[in-house]
């Protein structure tokens, strides 16, 4: 997640602390790694509630742009969850390629951020 989205180390923390927590089991949500030239180059986290599969965190390192990376990190997970309705906390490139593959915007959520 630094290397895709620039999160400080104790962003990406965040995420990982969790599942560690967990011992990686049990966990409300699964991770996808894409691989490209043996190298982790994308990654989605899915989250399945209420009949609808959530993606979040979807992306593709800068240097593994426009080779499938995000199409198979939105499409694979999905195709897997079983649910009929997909969600996405999307970011404005992130929309471009959901529109891109045939998704439909019906709705809208805000987040604030605030420091501490």
Do not use: N
Request: charged letters at 15%.
């Amino acid at each position: 997640m630094r290397e895709i989205y620039g999160f400080p180390a104790l962003g990406e923390r965040a995420w990982t602390m969790p599942g560690e927590l967990l011992g990686w089991t049990g966990l409300p949500w699964r991770q996808w790694i894409a691989y490209a030239d043996g190298e982790p180059a994308g990654m989605t986290l899915l989250y399945c509630g209420g009949g609808i599969a959530g993606l979040i965190g979807v992306g593709t390192k800068a240097a593994a742009r426009r080779r499938g990376i995000g199409r198979l990190v939105t499409l694979l997970p999905l195709k897997q969850s079983g649910e009929e309705v997909g969600g996405f906390f999307a970011t404005e490139v992130g929309m471009h390629l959901y529109r891109a593959l045939g998704f439909q915007q019906h709705g809208w959520v805000s987040r604030w951020l605030g420091g501490l």
